[in-house]
Structure formats: C-alpha cells, structure tokens
C-alpha cells in the first residue's frame, strides 16, 4: 500500500510538471484594450493542437497590427475559445441564458437556436450598422458585388434594415458535394441501350496507359422522345453521356444490382440515402419539381412554401419504396443515424460496395482505389447532377413535353457560410472594438493597391514560407506535417489562368490540413478559391454539380431575420415537424402500400393539426416582401 | 439534563412516559434543540451543501409555470400558469413515452431485479474458492466501464453481424440490427440486459454478504437429511435472505422511474422512437434539440419528479410495514 | 437495507470457532449422480458468465492493437490481435502512439486525479457529518431524512444549478468538478442506516469516556460501518471517473481544466471513420484510437478495484462479528 501511494505521488507529479511545462504562456504584445476573446463553434482535431491558440495563423495575426478607434495601429491579441464536437448548442445556450456571452467579444453563431434578430433585441448583439462603411469596407464591397446576398445581408429590425451579423462568403461558387456513381461498374456491366445505333453490345473503354479514362457509355434516355425534348430546352450540350432523368438512374441501379451479384459483395447495395430517407433541403425532392421538406422558396411565384405535404415529396417517397422493395436500396438506410448527409455509410461506400451516393470530392475518381478493399480495384466515380422524374406520378411531378422543368431547391451552391455576431460587451470592458473589426475587415481584403499579399489569404490559405518563419517553433502544427515551406505558395508567373497561389501539394493531398493551418474557422472572414479546380476532370463534377441552379433553399441570413415572436414557433414546429418525418417516412419507405397511404395520412393530419405552420409561413412570406 | 436511558427496556419506557403528557411540540423543540445544539451545528456544512447545490437552484422550478424566454431569463419571463402541461399532456406522442417508460421501468423492477439475487445464490452453491473469486472479480468489471463505453460496445455487438446478432441468429432470429428493430419489447429488452449486465455481479455483493451469514448449522442439518443443493437452497438460502430482498424491491420501486435512463440517449434512433422514447429521453429533446423550450420540458421534469416522489413514499411506506424499517 | 442486512446476520450468525467443519471443512458429501450434474452444469454456466464479463473488454484490448485498416471491415469480435498478412508484429501500437501525441490525453489524466481526490474526500466528510448527524435520536433527525432524499427527486435543471455556481465564482474553475457533485443526499441516509446500527451501548460508552462527536463519529461509528463506507466511496470515485457532463457545462473552453473522460468524448467524435476516410491516404490508426481510449480510461478504475474490495469483504465481516 505505501509503495503504491508513493508510485502513485510521484506519477502525479511527474503528470504536473508535464502539463505545466506544456502550457508556457507565450509572450502578448497587446494591451489589455487590444487583447480579445473569440468563441468558435468547432475546433481543431486535437491530434492538430489541442488548443486552437496554438494555431500557426493564429499567432501570426497576432504579430500584425490593426487600426483601432484612435485612429493609430495596435498590437492585438485575439484569445480562442472553441466549443465541445457535439456540445456546441447546449454550450450556446447556456451562454445566452446565464450571460457568460459577456466574456467574449466576437461569438460564432452557427449553434444559436435563437435568431440574430433576437440577440439585438435582448441586448447581446451591436449593431454594426453605423461601423460598416468606415470599420468593414472589405466586406461591404464584396456584398455589393454581389446583391442577392446582400438582400439578406441586414436584417431589419423595426422597418430598418441593420447589420447584426458577419457572414463568411466564398467567392467562388464552388461545389464540394452531389451524387456521385460508379461509371467503371456502368462501363462493365451495362449495354448500349436501346435506340442506340449499337444497342446491346457491351461498352468499351477503361483507363488508358496514362491513365486518363475513357468510355463509350450513353444513356436510355438521350434515344427518347423525352431526352430530345431535354436537350433542346434545357441543355443543348447534352449528348446523352450522362444520366439525367430517373429513368437513366434506374437503368443504372439495375446495372449495379447485377454487379454486386457478379462480385459477389452481399454487404454493398445499389444504392444509399440518409437516414430519415430524404435529404431535409431537398435535393432529390426537387427532382419532383418540388422543393424541400420544409420551407422553400418557389422563385416564380415569389413565394415560401412548405414542402412537407406537397404531392413531389409523396411521389419521391414513393419512389424510394419501389427501390427499396425492389432491393436496389440501402435495407439499413435508416441506421445510419450518426452520419451526416454527405458522407452517408463511408464504411461501405468507400470500399467500393455501394453503386450510387451523396459524397464530397473525397470519393471522385479513382481517389478510393486502396489496396486493402479489394472492390476498389479499377473503381471510377463520376459526378452526377441531380436527376429529373420521367417515371413517376402525374402532372406536374413529372416530366413532359408539357411539363418542363428543372431542379430548383438544394442544399449546395450557396456562397454564404455560417456567421459571427459582435458582443456589446465591450460597453462594459471598454475595449477597442473597431479594432477588432478592423482584423475582421482584414480577413476579408480581397485586393491590395501595393501588391501585398490580401487578408483574406491569411483566412483561406493559412501562411507563406516568409510569413510562417516569422512566428515558427519546433514542433508546432507546420512543422509536424511537413508544411514548413509554407501552406501555399505565391507563383511567380501569372500566366496560368490568372492563378497567382498555389496550395502546398501536402494540403492538396489531405484537405483536412486546410482547416487546421489556415483561420477558416473564424467566421465571418472572406474565402476564395486557389488553384482546385484546374484538371479537366474537376470540371466535369463542376459541371455536373452546379448544372442547376439553386434558388429555393433559405439561406441560413434569411431565417435569421425572424424576430423574437415568431422564432420560437418556427423552432418548435421545424422540429416538430422533423421528428415526425424521421419516425414515419422510413415506415413509408420500407412498408407495403396499406402502411405507405396509413403513414402519409398520419403525417398529413399532424402537420395540419400544428399549431404555428400557417402563421410561420405567412411571417416569412412578410418577410420577403419587406426584402425585396 | 435528562437521565439517559439505559437499556432498550429502558429507553421504550422513556419514550412511553414521554409521550403520555405529550408536551406541546415547540417545547419538545426546544428540549430537543437543548439536548442537541451541538449534533445541529456539526450539519450545518452539510445543509449549507445541500441548500446550495441542490435546493437553491429549485428556483428553476418556476419555469415549468412561465412562457420562459433565455433571453429574458427566469426573473424576466412571463406566466402562462399550466400551458406547459397542458403543451406537455396533450402532444402526440406523450403517451407513447409514459407507456416505454413504465415498460422499461417494470422490465427492471422484475428481470432486472430478480437477476442478481439469483445470481447471488447460485454463487453460493459453489464449493471451489478459487473459482468463486474469480467468477465474482469479472462480474464487477461491467460496473467500472463508463456509460459511453458500454453503450459503444453494445452497439457494435448488437449491429447485423455482431455477436450478440449472431448468437441470436442460431434460435431461428434474422440477423439484424437489433437497435433498429421497433418491435415492442425489443428496445426494453435490450435496455435491462444492459443494466443487468453492468450492474448484476455488483448488486449481489450484498445478497452474497447476507447468505455467507446465515448459519451454517442449517444447511448442515439439511444436507445430513439428504438435501441437495437445490433443496438447500430453497429451503435455507432462500427464506434468510427474503427480508433484505424486500427492502432492496422497495427500495428501487421508488428510484425506479429515475435511473437508469440515461443511456437510452445514446443507444435509440429516430426510427425506434415508438418504443424507446422515454421521458429522460423526451425531456432531453424538448430542452436541446434546437427548439430550446426550456418551459415544457421543465414541467416534463416536474412530472417525473412527482411521480418518483409518489412511488418513492409509497415504497417507503411498505417497506416500513414489512420489515420495520425506513429510510427516512 | 443495511440494517436488514446486519440483522439477517445477528439472527443467523455464529462465529468461525463455534461452526461446524464439516460443512465448510470440505466435508464427504454424500453425492448423488444428480447433485454431480448440478455442479458441472453450473460451473460451466458460471464460466459462460465470466465469459460474458470479460470478453468485452478483451475485443477492446485485441482491437486496439489490431491493424486498422482490416478491423475497419471485420465484424464479430476480435480474439486476438488482427494484422496484415506482410506484418512483422503480432501487435500494431500505432493507435496508442497516436492516443499519447495528443497532449489532452496527460492533463485530462492529472485533471482527473485532482477532481477524484478532491470530491471524494470531500464527499467523504460531509457524507459521515451528514449520516452522523440523522442517524441520533433527534427530533429533527427524520426531517432531515427527508431532506435529503427529496434532493434525489427534484432538480431545478442545468440553467437555474449553471447561475447558482456561477454566483458562487466557481464556474471555469476545479471547484466546480469537485464540490457540487461530490456527495448525494441517498449516500448521507445510506450512511445512517448503517451508523443505526452500531449499538447503543457502544456509543454511551464512548460518551461516558469523554468522547466528543467528532470522535464518535470517525472513531466509533465509522469503522464500525467500514463496508457501507467503502461502498459509498467506491461508487463516487467511479462517479468522478467517468464524469464529463459537468466539465462540459462549467469548463468547456478550458481545455486545461478539461478530465480525461471528455478528451475521449472529443477525440472519439473527431475521428470517426467519416472523417479520416476522406483523406487520400487516410491513417487507419485512427479507426483504433476508439478502443485505445476505451482501454485508457478504464485501467485505473480496474487496477485499483481489487484493493477497494478486499476492503469492502473486510468489512462485511466486521460489520458481521460484532457483539
């Protein structure tokens, strides 16, 4: 027993020495005015840092000096408190409730249940109105760049419109994500269609000696009336080499269900969707000529609707239960609860036993070729842009010669990010905060007039080699993986598509190094593109994925409008609404018909017995009139 | 001073004599507060405790009565008097989360209950030490692995070609996902075999300690009577231990719509609501899950706290009915 | 319970030097082919239980030093470590190499220390003070019962207990890990049943020899109910081991007050498969830092239970061989 209370005294100790040995303060050049406390809702993977003030950019920005209210540059320290993976809305909450927000000067806003608009009125949010012009010039003129994020930009309170909030925009629309396909499966199991001057002959093609592919494939629906019908009215360009109705879609399960039979992998499936059986912001929803499951734009009819009835949802619910009855379908689809929507099951789909998915970049091509899943051999993922019904339903869900439309609401191309609200904190602490704007202002420089390098680098692209020796140290995140040349690199030549920065080939491999090098996740700071999309390959998912443009899903500045009154019903109907859906649509989905029209019924009769649905909906259609 | 009574005999006398004249109650007080200042002032930390942390924050109650706003906070928030219970009480699937809950809580009132006292006699039929000490040391080790961890190892076991899947497959079961499956006692079954596998070799520790006691004259006298074990233990074993059996049943009727519940949060899915959704669970949604209405769910909470109250006094009650002895 | 549980033993107790040998002494039972069936039955069924206990514990172990790339696709459990047929070593460390880079996992270790101590030996007193305190013949001694059990039933919810230990200053600091959890009103009436139950005639002895309360209390009752003691402080250690709730609501931007348990909360939700899979040449080590977690954070309590039961055996025995 003693020796094991002295084994146990001096583990402690030693443990003591260790921790305080590894928290050495390091030195602030600010004073107390100019030092700042910021919470972000996520922070860095801790096998990065454990701490996100130990990040390389970070202590940069904190070397640099800023214009404050005098009029003169200071020194500033910007301190980073970052939220629990998973805890962030309680923490936000609390925040709010018991007025610890008045630690931080600058909060992320990504986790609030309450609106922007809210915060004002309780007296948490500054209005930024009166600073904008002379504190965050950067940013107004990317908003008058582009005005139809600037419509929701402010928020009006009382008939007026008022900034509360920082928006991160991208400048680029830049698609990260969409259904992707396995085309080598396509190229090894399928035959020309009929219609096809070669009709039911094998397709040729495959990687060449270079590597680059090739095939022949075209699809049904380019020999149909319909598919003519589509190429003159909506993409001249089309020659039939990509799918884009669901009967091309269907074609191709089919395809896929005979190669998991020929491979013999019984634990892949055709095809996958997220758990509650439906992607809420619509996506393969709006292939119905609808628009989400809950509040949507119709931009024709300038009005918001609400989605969670309509007969395009029906019909794709409908969709989904032939498919699953007919086993082209994820049987385990609603299991997968832990997922997000985009990166549905990777367990299966990234070993190359699923046909069809929603995924990021990360499973293009022939990126998931890996030795150790033998199913990733040869494996080829296309883009493919979303698809429109031809086979389902009647009227206006489907197709037509009458009927011609496009997919209108998803959740991709939106060029704003979440937001960061200012505190009014600072009446009490009497710290500089237009100097803090003024960094914020920084991160989203877009140009400078001497050629120095714009902020908004420092916010997307992380450091240059000259900017990263000036605050280097052994072992910190640079230096651990290999970006000690910098995080990107200034080209010298401009000649090449007008691309001046390159991204260190180290990122470019392991894109999760982006967010942890650069400060991407303060909010509110200007993104850009670099140099991603470049290869031809690249354009075709840029193409594929951006074909259509979305109009319809609400953009998160929209939402955050709503006042005080109505916020609060909104919440409790969304969510009312959700958690029904995710109970009952996969019931609809994997039921027979009977359980199929019980459950629409059911769900009908709840929606319409909410309490609040009929008077959100009319403050948003307010709303938008008042906007426009 | 008062004379202190001496013996038991003695002290029952006392207290006969004492409530005879049945003096008025603040003056059995104040004798009281004389005879015991000293035993008050030594609680006293322990009350501060205890108004601090558990009684001041009761202020929160209030929400349950209130349109409660954050923003405005508990002070700022207006009164909308039973609109929350009335919210609570009539939205659709309260019932379906008052009927998983009593189904849960019955499950480990009864399996979840009986099995370590079943355990416990088993253990005590076994003749070789060294086997028994084993057998007892790994029966704790459930009870040391966290919440989280046990529910990660669950999930991987009751997942479609899990162990437990597997195992279920040989008795003509589909091989499954077990946490998916809606069917009614599915979820609660899974919910007590959990429990019973963290808690059942620690809850016999003290049947084992009761049945280590009883004489051993007894089981002697039995087995030379030709008793075999069986016999023994039904008939020696068993009867000794049944008065501590009774208290430990009622004294979990009273926690038992209290613990216990909190893994269900991490083991259930929206497709399994029907069955898994209990009130921890719906209470839980109700506060975090993005509508933040922290009103209905603090009258949920004041719900499940007066049905614990009720049960915990009634247990109460019985068990001081049947084994003379109380908790409080 | 307790006292039941004494009295059951008073009833039926006779002491070592009075009993029998034959029955415990290993005795020749007579034994019929039915009684010997009995016995193999249930030593196999006892061994199916430890089975139970044990192995999932040992597929953690196994997994975490498995090769993670294979594990990633293998289902069932793990008997033995699983490599690459190319491997050199029959255990793959890269999980617990990654686990130990990741400095949260030191402090989150001497954090939890700290918040263990410090709460137990708190909660220890005040449970003694407390348990002491109703277990007297008192007038105010069942009120107070009550108290303290009403304390198990309601709660004034995670805002309204957030501002009383804000008010208090405690908030972002160790206090508020190690003093408002560190005892519960059931412990304090635990601890009185069992006090009820020294006898009387103990207690007035200690009184007639001068003794003060305190004395009484740490000298006289406490040891007398070492095993409900020992019970009691076994439960809230494992309490404060495997606690992260609390630090997540009063420390959650300090990471350097942060226990260990909810390093693994943040470490397990940053790399689950979803994440580390999208890299180009994703590091399946992390697929194991899961059960190296798992592993991590469960030794210590594991280690140190067997000291803690000989403890609790003792004092069952004690508890039973008194007068």
Redesign the interface.
């Known amino acids: 027993m003693n020796k094991f209370s002295t084994s146990l005294i001096i583990l402690l100790f030693s443990l003591s020495l260790f921790v305080l040995t590894s928290c050495m303060d390091e030195e602030i050049l600010a004073d107390a005015a100019h030092t700042y406390k910021i919470w972000l809702a996520n922070s860095e993977d801790s096998s990065y840092y454990s701490d996100y003030n130990e990040n390389v950019a970070l202590k940069y920005l904190n070397t640099l000096k800023f214009k404050g209210r005098d009029g003169k540059l200071h020194h500033v320290h910007i301190e980073v408190e970052t939220g629990i993976t998973g805890e962030q809305?309680?923490f936000f909450?609390t925040m709010?409730?018991t007025g610890g927000w008045k630690e931080y000067d600058y909060i992320d806003y990504s986790f609030s249940?309450?609106s922007v608009t809210?915060?004002y009125?309780?007296g948490?949010a500054l209005d930024l109105t009166d600073y904008m012009e002379e504190w965050l010039p950067n940013y107004m003129n990317w908003l008058q760049a582009n005005p139809d994020y600037a419509r929701t930009a402010a928020n009006i309170v009382n008939g007026e419109r008022r900034y509360l909030t920082l928006y991160s925009y991208h400048d680029d629309v830049e698609n990260w994500g969409g259904f992707v396909y396995r085309r080598d499966w396509v190229l090894k199991y399928g035959k020309h269609p009929e219609g096809s001057p070669k009709a039911g002959q094998p397709f040729t093609g495959g990687f060449d000696e270079n590597g680059t592919w090739n095939d022949d494939i075209t699809f049904p629906s380019y020999y149909t009336e319909l598919g003519q019908i589509y190429k003159e009215n909506i993409d001249p360009e089309w020659d039939g080499t990509c799918p884009v109705f669901i009967s091309d879609w269907e074609w191709m399960l089919d395809i896929f269900s005979t190669a998991l039979k020929e491979e013999g992998i019984t634990d892949g499936y055709c095809t996958t969707i997220y758990?509650?059986g439906y992607i809420g912001t619509g996506d393969l929803i709006s292939s119905f000529g609808g628009g989400g499951v809950m509040f949507y734009l119709d931009e024709e009819a300038n009005e918001i609707k609400f989605g969670g009835t309509s007969e395009a949802f029906n019909t794709y619910i409908k969709m989904m239960q032939i498919w699953y009855k007919k086993g082209w379908l994820d049987k385990?689809f609603?299991?997968h609860?832990s997922d997000i929507f985009y990166q549905v099951d990777m367990k299966t789909t990234h070993s190359g036993k699923a046909g069809m998915w929603y995924s990021n970049i990360s499973s293009l091509f022939n990126r998931l070729e890996k030795e150790i899943a033998p199913a990733t051999k040869g494996i080829y993922v296309v883009a493919a842009r979303q698809p429109i019904n031809d086979v389902y339903g009647e009227g206006k869900v489907k197709f037509s010669k009458d009927n011609i439309f496009t997919p209108k609401v998803f959740y991709n191309t939106s060029k704003e990010f979440s937001g960061g609200i200012f505190t009014t904190a600072f009446k009490e602490t009497g710290k500089d905060i237009e100097c803090l704007m003024s960094v914020l202002n920084f991160l989203n420089e877009w140009e400078t007039e001497d050629g120095s390098l714009p902020g908004y680098l420092l916010n997307f692209a992380g450091l240059t080699k000259e900017q990263y020796e000036t605050v280097a140290k052994p072992g910190d995140m640079y230096d651990r993986f290999g970006l000690t040349e910098g995080s990107y690199f200034v080209k010298e030549d401009y000649s090449d598509n007008g691309i001046k920065y390159k991204t260190n080939p180290i990122i470019g491999s392991n894109d999760a190094l982006r967010n942890p090098s650069t400060l991407n996740r303060i909010v509110g700071g200007l993104q850009g593109p670099l140099d991603k999309w470049k290869g031809e390959e690249d354009h075709q998912v840029q193409h594929e994925w951006g074909f259509y443009i979305n109009s319809g899903y609400l953009l998160r500045s929209f939402e955050g409008q709503l006042g005080?009154n109505i916020s609060?019903k909104r919440?409790?109907t969304?969510?009312d609404i959700e958690?029904?859906l995710?109970?009952h649509v996969?019931?609809m989905i994997k039921g027979d018909d009977a359980t199929f029209d019980r459950e629409w019924a059911n769900i009908k009769k709840?929606i319409n017995r909410l309490e609040y649905l009929e008077e959100v909906l009319e403050v948003y259609n307010q709303l938008l009139n008042d906007l426009s | 001073m008062v004379q202190?009574p001496?013996t038991?005999f003695q002290?029952k006398q006392a207290r006969l004599i004492h409530s005879i004249p049945k003096l008025s109650f603040g003056k059995?007080?104040k004798k009281?507060l004389k005879?015991?200042w000293?035993?008050?002032v030594?609680?006293l930390?322990?009350l501060l405790?205890?108004l601090?942390?558990?009684?001041?924050?009761?202020?929160?109650?209030v929400?349950a009565f209130q349109d409660f706003?954050?923003?405005?906070?508990?002070f700022g928030s207006s009164f909308n008097n039973f609109a929350n219970f009335k919210t609570l009480f009539f939205r659709?699937n309260f019932g379906i989360v008052l009927r998983n809950t009593a189904g849960m809580a019955l499950l480990n009132l009864t399996v979840g209950f009986i099995v370590p006292v079943i355990?416990a006699l088993?253990?005590s039929?076994?003749?070789?030490k060294r086997?028994k000490r084993?057998?007892q040391?790994?029966?704790?080790?459930?009870?040391?692995?966290?919440?989280?961890?046990v529910v990660?190892?669950w999930k991987e076991?009751l997942?479609?070609?899990?162990?437990i899947a597997?195992f279920l497959s040989w008795f003509g079961f589909r091989n499954q996902?077990w946490?998916?499956n809606n069917k009614v006692p599915v979820f609660w079954l899974i919910n007590t075999a959990i429990d019973i596998?963290v808690g059942f070799?620690y809850g016999a520790?003290?049947y084992c300690?009761?049945i280590?006691?009883?004489?051993?004259?007894?089981?002697?006298a039995a087995?030379i009577d030709?008793a075999?074990?069986?016999k023994r233990m039904w008939h020696v074993s068993i009867p000794?231990?049944i008065?501590?059996v009774v208290?430990?049943l009622t004294?979990r009727i009273g926690?038992v719509f209290?613990q216990g519940f909190d893994k269900v949060l991490l083991l259930y899915?929206?497709?399994i609501?029907?069955t898994a959704d209990c009130l921890t669970t719906y209470i839980y949604?109700i506060?975090?899950?993005?509508?933040?209405?922290?009103g209905v769910?603090?009258a949920a909470?004041?719900f499940q706290?007066a049905i614990?109250?009720t049960l915990?006094i009634i247990s109460n009650y019985l068990n001081r009915k049947i084994?003379k002895?109380s908790?409080? | 319970?307790h006292?039941?549980?004494v009295?059951?033993?008073e009833e039926?107790?006779?002491p070592p030097e009075k009993?029998?040998n034959?029955?415990?002494g290993?005795m020749v039972?007579?034994k019929?082919w039915?009684?010997v069936l009995?016995?193999v039955i249930?030593?196999a069924?006892?061994a199916i239980?430890?089975l139970?206990?044990?192995v999932?514990?040992w597929?953690?172990l196994t997994s975490s030093l498995s090769d993670g790339s294979i594990l990633l696709f293998k289902?069932?459990?793990v008997w033995w470590p699983i490599q690459d047929s190319g491997a050199e070593s029959m255990f793959n460390w890269g999980g617990y190499k990654l686990l130990f880079r990741n400095r949260g996992i030191w402090s989150g270790f001497l954090n939890t220390f700290i918040y263990v101590a410090g709460s137990t030996t708190l909660g220890f007193v005040?449970n003694v003070?407390?348990g002491?305190?109703i277990s007297?013949k008192?007038?105010?001694s069942?009120p107070?019962?009550?108290?303290?059990?009403?304390?198990?039933?309601?709660?004034?919810?995670?805002?309204?207990?957030y501002?009383?230990?804000k008010a208090?200053g405690m908030v972002g600091t160790r206090w508020a890990l190690i003093?408002?959890g560190c005892?519960s009103?059931i412990f304090?009436?635990i601890m009185a049943?069992a006090f009820r139950n020294v006898p009387?005639s103990t207690i007035?002895a200690a009184e007639i020899d001068g003794a003060g309360?305190?004395t009484i209390m740490f000298q006289v009752v406490l040891p007398q109910s070492l095993?409900i003691a020992t019970?009691i402080i076994l439960n809230t250690v494992?309490l404060h081991?495997?606690s992260?709730y609390p630090a997540s609501i009063y420390v959650p931007t300090k990471r350097n007050l942060w226990p260990i348990?909810l390093w693994?909360?943040e470490i397990l939700a940053q790399n689950q498969p979803s994440s580390f899979l999208q890299a180009a040449n994703p590091d399946y080590n992390k697929y194991l830092l899961?059960y190296c977690v798992?592993l991590i954070?469960?030794l210590p309590?594991?280690l140190l239970?067997?000291l803690f039961?000989k403890y609790?055996e003792k004092g069952?025995i004690i508890g039973?061989v008194k007068e």
């Not at chain 2, 039929?125 to 070789?128: A, G, K, S």
């Open positions: 809305e309680k909450n709010i409730a249940s309450y809210e915060l009125e309780a948490i758990y509650p385990k609603a299991e609860t005080s609060k919440n409790s969304f969510n958690e029904y995710e109970q996969p019931m709840y | 202190k001496n038991e002290a059995r007080l009281d005879k015991n000293v035993v008050y030594i609680f930390p322990v405790y205890v601090l942390f558990n009684y001041a924050p009761l202020f929160g109650l929400m706003n954050v923003l405005k906070g508990v659709d355990f088993l253990l039929t076994i003749r070789h086997y084993v057998i040391i790994s029966s704790y080790i459930p009870y040391f692995i966290s919440t989280v961890v990660a190892l076991f997942d479609e070609g899990g162990v597997n996902n946490l998916a596998w070799g520790i003290i300690a009761a280590a006691n009883v004489n051993p004259n007894l089981h002697e087995a030709g075999g074990e069986w000794s231990i008065p501590l208290t430990m004294l926690t209290l899915s929206p497709s609501y029907s949604r506060a975090f899950a993005g509508s933040a209405d922290y769910s603090t909470g004041l706290s614990a109250t915990l084994t002895s908790l409080f | 319970m006292e039941i549980l009295k059951a033993r039926h107790y006779i009993r029998s034959k029955y415990h290993g039972e007579h019929s039915l009684g009995y016995t249930l030593y069924f006892m239980i430890i139970i206990c044990i999932p514990m597929h953690v289902k069932g459990i005040l003070i407390g002491y305190t007297r008192s007038m105010l069942r107070l019962a009550l108290m303290l059990v009403l304390t198990l039933m309601f709660h004034g919810g995670l805002i309204p207990t501002m009383v230990i208090l003093i408002p005892t009103g304090m009436v049943n009387e007035e309360h305190f095993s019970v494992i081991w495997n992260w348990q693994i909360k899961q798992i954070a469960s309590v594991l239970f067997p039961l609790i069952v039973g």
